[in-house]
């Protein structure tokens, strides 16, 4: 299953003390179903606003997110979160993986919060660390495992419930070069192979001009690149 | 040690694996270890001391009842004369659960013996000795006083005592006394409870003492709850007379005796309460280091009812823990003092040469739920805290 993303006119601004601080004025953003884009911008710009406004992790001072037609600005807390669980796929920087679960356990809690359990639940998980190479590493915690492990193991988290969207907030950002060119590599080729539509936040040049499209945020708005 | 199933990930409710894990990781952490000990112990300490001191009081109480309801009928009726008083108790002897009936007459007056003299409360009998003169009962129609009397006076069987009663008789020379003289049968126990000797004497005798008025019929049906079911019948059957049950007898020691529980049983809950304050701390502590976990369980879609739900459930089997500890060793405790009565009284002041501890299924089963209740609502106040964290707000920090 894939989706579309559309975005009309996001504002989104914080407040410092006194100074308000307006990080997005006003994006538009149509992402078809299926399609693999890269946001790229420098620090700072609100790329990881724009990522949590459309996983709804937070929501705009205006503007409106329909992703695959359901329109995020009508729904309430408990339905958002339904709708992050059963539609979004989220990648972190950091892993943000439970320290208190196994690679396997990890990967299986999306699945437990949809009310899912038993056997099949596991094999699921246990088919997605045999495609990213880490079946030897299933009991280990995410302290027994390296940067690159620990992101493998998040992918395969973020894609259990086989979300139509995948939303990566810097995925190769804390690794080095040679792992981080991995972990993209499989983020890739699952995403193709789901047909899954995909959103990357990067600042790494390479991996955006990879993606099928690159798109800048700028001064809070987004161009084409 | 957690049971495997209990922790398993893809079989085990999601909340209570999340709440067993975070207990366990916590373990590493000395302030959440240290805070978890306090709340958990603490609530320990208090189901400790409510079972240890309800089974105290419940072991004082009853055989305090015990000591007062042996030498309390039954049942009481109060009939105007002697005919009535007959009628009643044939009646009640062709009930098949009435053991006996005996028309009493009852009153006060005095007893003296060379020269002593003595307040009594006087009871009159018909038949046998009735059963609330414990050590004297079912023995022959005669007079008995109490084995302190006997004692204090030397008093042996056979010996003739005057006994006088309250009432005087009005003569054309002014109010003169009506006085019996007996001969002593034998003693009974009397009881450290007793504020005034007794002593029981032929129904004829008492008749001269009191005139031939204030009859009661005494009822024994060897049971006291088959007794409030006879007592019941006998109200609505006849409603002329005045039934009073061993219950209404002694309701004001009853009332005294439930409000003294219930006041015990307050003042130690403080105990408990306090631990609760301290779990509230605890949950919070052990929030403030999972916040970032929180953050991650609500971008996966967790919702918030399963959040205060895991962090209700870790607070909760905290909680679990420590009424479970205190249940088991106050029980424990309190049915080796009492098995083996180790805590000796002086029998002399006490009526009891030692403490006696009683645990009462009511009394544990009230401990148990209101600890945990208080624990599981401690829980919740605290879960409230990280049910309320928003994704975003968490997974920032």
């Keep these: ?225 | 040690m957690i049971p495997r199933r209990l922790g398993e990930v893809s079989r085990a409710p999601l909340e209570l694996v999340l709440a067993l894990r975070y207990l366990k990781s916590g373990r590493k952490d000395s302030f959440v270890t240290f805070l978890s000990a306090v709340a958990g112990g603490g609530i320990a300490v208090g189901v400790f001391a409510l079972m240890l001191s309800l089974a105290a009081l419940a072991g004082f109480q009853s055989a305090l009842r015990e000591e007062i309801l042996v030498r309390t009928p039954e049942i009481e009726v109060e009939v105007p004369d002697r005919g009535a008083a007959a009628a009643i108790r044939d009646r009640l002897l062709s009930m098949p659960e009435v053991r006996s009936a005996q028309i009493t007459s009852q009153g006060a007056g005095w007893i003296a013996y060379r020269g002593s003299i003595r307040p009594v409360s006087i009871l009159g009998y018909e038949g046998t000795v009735p059963v609330i003169f414990p050590g004297a009962e079912g023995r022959p129609n005669g007079l008995y006083v109490t084995d302190s009397l006997a004692h204090t006076w030397n008093l042996e069987p056979g010996e003739v005592v005057e006994v006088a009663s309250s009432r005087p008789t009005l003569t054309p020379l002014g109010p003169q006394p009506r006085v019996v003289r007996l001969a002593v049968t034998d003693s009974f126990l009397s009881g450290i409870t007793e504020q005034r000797d007794r002593i029981a004497l032929p129904l004829s005798a008492a008749e001269g003492l009191f005139g031939y008025s204030d009859y009661r019929v005494l009822v024994e049906t060897g049971d006291l709850d088959t007794a409030l079911a006879v007592a019941t019948r006998l109200r609505s059957d006849d409603h002329a007379v005045r039934v009073s049950t061993w219950q209404d007898l002694n309701r004001a020691l009853f009332f005294a005796l439930r409000l003294e529980k219930a006041m015990m049983f307050l003042a130690v809950l403080l105990i408990v309460l306090v631990a609760a304050l301290a779990l509230v701390s605890d949950i919070h502590l052990i929030i403030a280091s999972k916040r970032k976990e929180i953050g991650i369980l609500g971008a996966m879609g967790a919702t918030r009812r399963t959040i205060l739900r895991t962090f209700v459930v870790l607070g909760a089997a905290l909680g679990l823990v420590g009424v479970s500890v205190g249940a088991s060793v106050g029980a424990s405790l309190a049915w080796v003092l009492g098995r083996y009565q180790l805590l000796r009284l002086p029998a002399s002041i006490y009526f009891l040469d030692h403490v006696p501890f009683k645990l009462e299924f009511g009394d544990v089963f009230l401990v148990l739920v209101t600890a945990f209740t208080i624990s599981a609502l401690a829980a919740g106040l605290g879960a409230r805290a990280a049910a309320n964290l928003r994704p975003l707000e968490a997974l920032r920090r």
């Design chain 1, 1 to 225: 299953m894939t989706v579309s993303v559309v975005a009309r006119g996001l504002f989104k601004a914080y407040r410092d003390g006194e100074r308000r601080i307006e990080v997005l004025r006003g994006v538009d953003l149509i992402v078809d179903p299926g399609d693999l884009v890269a946001v790229v911008g420098q620090s700072g710009t609100g790329k990881s606003t724009l990522l949590h406004l459309l996983g709804a992790l937070d929501r705009p001072d205006s503007g409106s997110i329909v992703i695959g037609g359901a329109d995020l600005s009508a729904m309430k807390a408990e339905e958002l979160a339904t709708f992050r669980n059963q539609a979004i796929g989220f990648v972190f920087q950091f892993q943000e993986l439970l320290a208190d679960f196994t690679a396997l356990e990890n990967i299986m809690i999306p699945g437990r919060i949809a009310g899912l359990r038993g056997p099949t639940l596991r094999s699921k998980a246990e088919q997605l660390l045999v495609e990213v190479g880490l079946t030897d590493r299933s009991g280990h915690f995410p302290s027994q495992l390296s940067g690159g492990e620990q992101q493998r193991v998040a992918l395969c988290r973020a894609l259990l419930l086989e979300p139509p969207l995948l939303l990566a907030d810097e995925p190769t950002g804390n690794l080095d070069p040679e792992i981080g060119e991995q972990v993209f590599e499989l983020l890739v080729s699952l995403q193709k192979r789901r047909g899954t539509t995909a959103l990357v936040v990067t600042h790494n040049q390479d991996i955006a001009r990879r993606c099928g499209r690159v798109l800048t945020l700028h001064k809070g708005v987004l161009h084409e690149s």
